[in-house]
């Protein structure tokens, strides 16, 4: 299961254990007689799955609770069924007992996930139905990509926000508006697994260094790039839409409106939409695919907006680097979260995207900050004078 934070995952474990304790027939034809109990410490097993608010000894009194054995650290059921508390501190503590089922804790933040895990699959041997239940909120460790990977892994999400009715208002308000969206709070609230690519121009952590939560007062000029799909309809590329804005020697990305598979008239509202918000001082468009006819579009729908058209010259990958080595520089700034964007930049390599689409957003910020930054500059204004 894996969850952002507060979401619910150590009472989905709770409930998980002690169903089949009790030989609820939802979860198992008979009790599981011998349950492992795993966390990061010792500690972390008895203060948060055993004793803690949403642990073992705190579910709902359905029938007796079980007994809690510290110093033999284990959970007694009255039908003889026994939890084993384990640290993932002490991989060779998992030699020699069995079980018929285990409960992993925030495995992703064990210091040796691959020897504790692996340790504990030797002993689910008991039963019919050996099975393991592991609970965490994502990291990219090697550990999580491979159950992740594995057809046999079944997997559930939930997000902080899906038991936002039993979290503190306070913390809704300070933690989830604050890192909604970034890096951080993809992982640690919409439990995302965040990953940069090895061979990609962008990184996460660069992205995140420069990161504002708003635009200086001053900036030098905003445009608004489009990146215009080559055709319309249900197969067409997207049409990737940034507007970024110049202060000095650095660059703002402000805001990305790209749209997938979106008419002429769709884009070109949007495009249009976001100049006039931003108060923007022109639209950059790509016209080596469809791009001339984009610029029509555009100045049908509003003449009076100035248009300059970009034709590219070299491949993606050598238009997008130099940007790169901006961001390297701490010279672009994002503002606010821009996900899918970033997901984007983090993911392209010299073959382009994993996934083989094409990148367009990537390519509207491209040509938007190579305009402001890499092809001359204009002096300061204060925005709305």
Known sequence: MIGGRGCGKTRTGAE????????????????????????????????????????????????????????????????????????????????GPQFGAAWCDEAAKWRHPEAAFDMLQFGLRLGRNPRN???TTPRPIPLIRRLLA?????VSRARTADNAEHLAPAFLEAVVGRYAGTRLGRQELDGELIADRPDALWTRDAIEAARLASPPDTLGRIVVAIDPPASSGARSDACGIVAVGSSGERAYVLADASLAR???????????????????????????????????????CDPAVPVTPVRATR?????????SLLYAQGRVHHVGALPALED?????????????????????????????????GVEPRIRGL
């Open 16 to 95: 998980w254990v002690e169903a089949l304790a009790r030989g609820d027939p939802a979860f198992t034809p008979e009790p599981v007689g011998r349950i492992a109990l795993v966390g990061e410490t010792f500690s972390d097993v008895r203060d948060v799955m055993i004793e803690g608010p949403s642990g073992l000894l705190a579910l709902p009194e359905r029938a007796r609770r079980p007994a809690w054995v510290p110093t033999r650290r284990r959970l007694e059921w009255d039908n003889g069924a026994v939890a084993l508390a384990f640290s993932a501190e002490e991989p060779d503590s998992l030699r």
């Open 133 to 135: 239940l592991v609970t």
């Open 262 to 300: 979106a008419s002429p008239q769709a884009w070109a509202g949007t495009a249009l939409a976001l100049y006039h918000r931003l108060q923007a001082d022109a639209l950059v468009v790509e016209v080596n695919q469809g791009g001339e006819m984009a610029a029509a579009v555009l100045h049908q």
């Open 344 to 376: 984007e930049l983090c993911d392209f390599g010299p073959d382009g995207l994993s996934n083989g689409a094409s990148p367009d957003r990537l390519d509207a910020l491209v040509w938007a900050v190579t305009h402001l930054l890499l092809a001359g």
């Open 315 to 323: 491949g993606k990958f050598l238009r997008a680097e130099p940007v």
């Open 150 to 154: 594995d057809p046999r892994t079944v």
